[in-house]
């Protein structure tokens, strides 16, 4: 079977530089894989679970961007929120 990365290639092409990248899994060897073809080594990929980590807590990202076909929890999707609010656009920095 043959995966569909149209969108994700898109997402990663668009993104800031330094943005994080949240896979749909915690599988993320194959979007680490399609980032560093493009270039975009940059990019933080993680699992969705990242976000409930706090591990982003103290720390300032350029964009945090939900792959297409990431479907969060409920606890996941207010994390995201709260995470959010650590993102510096690159012009502000």
Known sequence: M???????IEQ???????????WLNGHTLYPEDVARSMGRGDLKIVS??????????GQKFTAIILDHATNLTFDQRAAYMEALCAVVPKDAE
């Open 48 to 57: 969705p679970s990242w976000l409930e980590s706090d591990a982003w807590r």
């Open 2 to 8: 043959r995966r569909q990365t149209g969108k994700t």
């Open 12 to 22: 990663m092409k668009v993104a800031p530089q330094n943005a994080v990248y949240v």
